[in-house]
């Protein structure tokens, strides 16, 4: 079992920057795949960013590249740093553990075994 716990939502305005982070408790989650996904209002929850468990791939949502860089230390945290970020980007933001499931895997969210409660980022223009 892994807990997941975000933090470091928040508000901000257009084209400014927040980092968030995932910490994992439980089972040691350095060989799990990492993924965040978001979920806007009245939308379904989408990928955003995943890494495997090496930390040596890394993957994200076209929307997102350039902007946005995922990143695990493996004594039990994953971020996500934000940059650039728009008003589109507001969503509430969800951490996710893989175990087992292939890398090609890593966009859908029932690959994910466990999630975070997730945390609100909201961007205003």
């Known amino acids: 079992q892994v807990q997941l716990v975000e933090s470091g939502g928040g508000s901000v305005q257009a084209g400014g920057s927040l980092r968030l982070s995932c910490a994992a408790s439980g089972r040691t989650f350095s060989r799990y795949n990492m993924g965040w996904f978001r979920q806007g209002p009245g939308k379904e929850r989408e990928f955003v960013a995943a890494?495997?468990?090496?930390?040596?791939?890394t993957d994200y949502t076209d929307s997102v590249k350039g902007r946005f860089t995922i990143s695990r230390d493996n004594f039990q945290k994953l971020v996500l740093q934000m940059n650039s970020l728009n008003p589109e980007d507001t969503a509430v933001y969800y951490c996710?553990?893989?175990?087992?499931?292939?890398?090609?895997?890593?966009?859908?969210?029932?690959?994910?075994?466990?999630w975070g409660q997730g945390t609100q980022v909201t961007v205003s223009s």
């Open positions: 996710a553990a893989s175990y087992g499931s292939a890398w090609d895997s890593r966009r859908l969210t029932g690959s994910y075994d466990f």
């Open positions: 890494i495997n468990w090496r930390g040596e791939n």
